[in-house]
């Protein structure tokens, strides 16, 4: 099977999974008031996978993401040296990887109150380097930094600026262009990459695959769903919020 065919027979299959066990969840059958996402937009469908790994078929689901991102590694980016997973989500969605396709990782450490890059600076001031970066870092790595999902990016610099810096500290070099996650909800993430100079893979790209689950949506949510992911600008509106809101079934 050629690797365009396999992705997208895994893609749809963890996406089907992701469903299944309520890490989709949509404003319609989950929470009405729908959600604030971490870019400040305001969402009828919220992807987290904070719960995977309690889930009675985690470990089904964390093999088919390891091979999954494992084998998009080797087709798409080709031969690298580790994965770096960015906290907390992406810390065991590299370690998929590790586990089911061999490639050694690293991951972040959470850093509390860090929103931007003058922030990481204070942190540094106050803290020091040593609770940047958990992992050995050699000198040349070729890094791919992992995570769950992305919507706007600003999450993937601040973890590529603590990888920067601490190979500074270190008096070495590494090599980290490529960023990959498991969903691209595709809300500007990748033009925005390619803007700094950054290559963002993902294996399921959200709003382009959303008719792989089309039919566990009613018509309605998936409707309403499908307008948010071709201009989310105008379901940020607090009328257009509520008229949404008074839609849902609970």
């Not at 990481?120 to 050995?136: P, S």
Request: aromatic letters at 10%; charged letters at 30%; one cysteine or more.
């Amino acid at each position: 099977m050629i690797w365009k065919e396999e992705k997208e027979k895994l893609g749809k299959q963890i996406l089907e999974e992701l469903y299944q066990i309520r890490a989709i969840k949509t404003w319609y059958r989950d929470k009405k008031e729908g959600w604030i996402l971490h870019s400040g937009l305001w969402s009828p469908i919220y992807i987290s996978l904070r719960e995977l790994t309690s889930k009675k078929n985690a470990q089904k689901l964390l093999e088919l993401i390891g091979n999954g991102l494992g084998k998009l590694i080797e087709n798409e980016i080709g031969t690298i040296d580790k994965v770096m997973g960015i906290a907390m989500t992406g810390i065991y969605i590299a370690t998929s990887i590790t586990a089911f396709s061999g490639i050694p990782s690293l991951y972040t450490r959470k850093l509390e109150n860090v929103k931007n890059l003058e922030d990481i600076e204070k942190y540094i001031t106050q803290y020091g380097d040593h609770k940047l970066i958990e992992g050995d870092i050699e000198n040349n790595d070729k890094i791919v930094i992992i995570d769950d999902l992305v919507t706007k990016f600003t999450s993937k610099i601040l973890a590529l600026e603590q990888l920067k810096y601490v190979a500074k500290k270190r008096n070495i070099k590494v090599n980290c262009k490529d960023f990959v996650v498991l969903l691209d909800r595709e809300q500007g993430a990748k033009e925005k990459a390619k803007e700094l100079g950054y290559n963002l893979y993902s294996l399921i790209p959200f709003k382009s695959k959303l008719d792989w689950i089309k039919d566990k949506f009613s018509p309605q949510e998936y409707s309403i769903i499908r307008e948010y992911f071709e201009d989310y600008s105008k379901f940020q509106d607090q009328d257009k919020i509520k008229e949404i809101i008074s839609l849902a079934k609970i």
